[in-house]
């Protein structure tokens, strides 16, 4: 069973670089319409390059996606260079790790609107331009942070385990209109935005502890994303996918 997505038409947020990244990437390789989206164009245009000269279809969607007006141009963008919408991935994040004495007002609300806010604002954008009789799908990516937390994490945690809830309910509630919501929790993936968080050290740590033996990859969450999208996934919904190597439900 394939994943084939052909003519579907996609926005992936945060897709400049990382998972984001990984999954546009695989799904045009599957024959989607993918939307690129940062804010930056530095980070857009090389992705919507590399998928254009593999003869793949990609939009560039340069847009601040932590507003309601911004993610619904956002999805209009694609919606209206493709002449369809199909797959929303809520993947754009910005985190910051604190103890909790030290969370400050600003830290709280920018986390909150990209990361949670957004999912509410893009879901709500994205059931609007989908057709009822062929349906779609919108994964949203948590995290195993929302099954097991660290220190510092109160709100990076929250908003995870939110997602999780999120999801449920708007996979209650999209059913009838024939979409699909999904979340993925993905463990400590090495990207150039966790790198700052990472060592050497730590990551053999984690590795230690993971049953399959190593970390995992951009293109392991990546292809559990696509998996997600397709009608190989057709009767999945309202589930929280964890991929981790087992990490979190094992004891090494």
Request: proline share 4%; with cysteine.
């Amino acid at each position: 069973m394939t994943a084939d997505l052909e003519g579907r038409a996609a926005l992936i947020t945060g897709s400049g670089m990382g998972i984001g990244k990984a999954a546009a990437l695989m799904m045009a390789r599957q024959g989607a319409i993918v939307g690129i989206n940062d804010l930056k164009p530095d980070f857009v245009e090389p992705v919507v390059e590399q998928i254009l000269a593999e003869g793949g279809r990609a939009v560039p969607v340069v847009q601040n996606v932590a507003t309601r007006d911004g993610i619904c141009a956002a999805i209009d963008t694609v919606a209206d260079a493709a002449g369809r919408f199909d797959i929303l991935v809520n993947n754009a994040a910005w985190v910051r790790y604190q103890a909790l004495p030290d969370i400050q007002p600003e830290t709280l609300d920018r986390m909150l609107d990209i990361g949670f806010k957004s999912v509410i604002w893009g879901m709500q954008a994205a059931a609007a331009r989908m057709d009822p009789d062929r349906g779609g799908a919108i994964v949203n990516i948590a995290s195993a942070a929302a099954l097991r937390s660290a220190k510092n994490s109160v709100v990076y945690s929250g908003i995870k385990a939110g997602i999780l809830g999120l999801t449920r309910a708007a996979a209650a509630e999209l059913g009838a209109q024939n979409i699909r919501v999904n979340a993925i929790c993905p463990s400590a993936i090495p990207t150039e935005g966790t790198a700052k968080h990472r060592s050497a050290e730590r990551d053999a740590i984690r590795a230690a502890h993971t049953p399959l033996g190593r970390l995992g990859t951009v293109e392991d969450i990546a292809r559990a994303i696509v998996f997600l999208c397709s009608d190989a996934a057709g009767f999945i919904t309202a589930e929280a996918l964890t991929v981790d190597g087992g990490i979190n439900h094992t004891n090494l």
